[in-house]
């Protein structure tokens, strides 16, 4: 159980790691907490810096769910041992200690658990992810389908064990995205495609 904690204690600090507000702070002088979305996640980044920054925090982000995994399964740590690191990685972006107790809504740094555990199925999920993306223009819609159907697909590749892991992670990035649901609910969602749309416009202009 104290091995256990200890990478449980690791993996939230390393979740913490607030690599959004810190590369949008160093690079591009703005804070996404007061813009945008006032998220410090990948697409707010994109959205105020530019969609190579926002690459490099989905980058960081992901990597922060991967490493304590890894470091969890070289150390031969058990399937509940394995759940509990991913689980706290992920708190640790939701309350970053480094941003008192609040964060991001998690889902590039679910990915990055999944990537060691069960990559076939965390790839699907993700290009059923992107495609929703693609469609409706909702990066929000798209994350939560993300979450949605990666227990499904853990089913199909019999990979029952990490099936917990993956409804806590859908717990909590769906209790994240409470505000998104109800803008998209309401019609009121911003779009991906025409934010988009709106900064080459204001550029060339």
């Not at 690459?55 to 509940?80: N, R």
């Not at 041992?81 to 706290?88: D, E, K, M, P, S």
Request: net charge positive.
């Amino acid at each position: 159980m104290l091995f256990t904690l200890a990478l449980a204690a690791i993996a939230y600090l390393l979740g913490s790691c607030p690599w959004g507000l810190i590369i949008a702070r160093v690079f591009c002088g703005i804070d996404p907490r007061k813009d945008g979305s006032r998220n410090t996640g990948a697409t707010n980044v994109a959205r105020l810096c530019g969609f190579g920054w926002g690459v490099a925090v989905l980058a960081c982000d992901i990597a922060k769910g991967t490493l304590p995994v890894l470091l969890a399964m070289w150390e031969g740590g058990s399937v509940f041992t394995v759940t509990i690191v991913g689980l706290a990685a992920v708190l640790g972006h939701v309350f970053s200690v480094f941003m008192g107790f609040k964060g991001g809504k998690a889902v590039a740094t679910s990915i990055g658990v999944f990537i060691p555990l069960a990559f076939f199925p965390v790839l699907i999920a993700s290009i059923i992810c992107l495609a929703v993306i693609a469609i409706s223009g909702f990066v929000s819609l798209g994350s939560l389908t993300l979450l949605t159907v990666l227990p499904i697909v853990l089913a199909y590749f019999g990979q029952y064990q990490w099936i917990p892991l993956a409804l806590c992670l859908w717990a909590v990035v769906t209790w994240r995205h409470k505000e998104n649901i109800a803008r998209l609910r309401a019609g009121k969602e911003k779009s991906w495609i025409k934010s988009r749309n709106k900064q080459q416009e204001s550029k060339e202009n």
